[in-house]
T-cell receptor, first 113, second 114 residues
Framework: AQSVTQLGSHVSVSEGALVLLRCNYS??????LFWYVQYPNQGLQLLLK??????LVKGINGFEAEFKKSETSFHLTKPSAHMRDAAEYFC???????????FGTGTRLTIIP | DAGITQSPRHKVTETGTPVTLRCHQT?????MYWYRQDPGHGLRLIHY???????DKGEVSDGYSVSRSKTEDFLLTLESATSSQTSVYFC?????????????FGSGTRLTVV
């Protein structure tokens, strides 16, 4: 079985500060890992994904994530937060013949002016 | 964007009535999924399909059924709607392209059961 844990259901950072959203996964096979963003009253937009190529993945809007197998982590970072980054972020895992995509419970990011 | 549309976008229905939500894709992808999104739970898988007439249950399938008679359409039915099924429902498709595996989501259906 696969699962995802997102530490911190709410994270607040000041504008211009580092954004760090944590994601740990559990999977018995090499995983595919995804980060999605959801703005208020909208659908899910893919930020970035890891599918067994480079372990440091760059996505849209200046976000990146690093796959660390030894730590079973896929944390999302952005060097400098913008007000427009305020949204909910979801980490998800699939892979190894399991075609289902399993989500974490989400982290709501608030940006303080 | 990948061609995936959900209908209706919003629906209010009464307890005990049947409701069907539709997901339509133009990408000819094999895998399709239905999720529900609730505060504090993220997105949870209801049912998924791996081909025409081939479907399987997800983690929250009780009270829901699905059908897929054509590659492009995946229907989710609430046989007798309950207030606990008030939620936002998302359909997704799974594709494999130049950048590897990817999942694309529809815009969602906001369902309110009163």
């Amino acid at each position: 079985a696969q699962s995802v844990t997102q530490l911190g259901s709410h994270v607040s950072v000041s504008e211009g500060a580092l954004v760090l959203l944590r994601c740990n996964y559990s999977s018995s096979v090499p995983p595919y890992l995804f980060w999605y963003v959801q703005y208020p009253n909208q659908g899910l937009q893919l930020l970035l994904k890891y599918t067994s190529a480079a372990t440091l993945v760059k996505g849209i809007n200046g976000f990146e994530a690093e796959f660390k197998k030894s730590e079973t982590s896929f944390h999302l970072t952005k060097p400098s937060a913008h007000m427009r980054d305020a949204a909910e972020y979801f980490c998800a895992v699939s892979g190894g013949g399991n075609e289902k995509l399993t989500f974490g419970t989400g982290t709501r990011l608030t940006i303080i002016p | 964007d990948a061609g995936i549309t959900q209908s209706p976008r919003h629906k209010v229905t009464e307890t005990g009535t049947p409701v069907t939500l539709r997901c339509h894709q133009t990408e000819n992808h094999r895998y399709m999924y239905w999720y529900r999104q609730d505060p504090g739970h993220g997105l949870r898988l209801i049912h998924y399909s791996y081909g025409v007439k081939d479907t399987d249950k997800g983690e929250v399938s009780d009270g829901y059924s699905v059908s897929r008679s054509k590659t492009e359409d995946f229907l989710l039915t609430l046989e007798s709607a309950t207030s606990s099924q008030t939620s936002v429902y998302f359909c997704a498709i799974r594709g494999t392209g130049l950048t590897g595996v990817g999942y694309t989501f529809g815009s969602g259906t906001r369902l309110t059961v009163v």
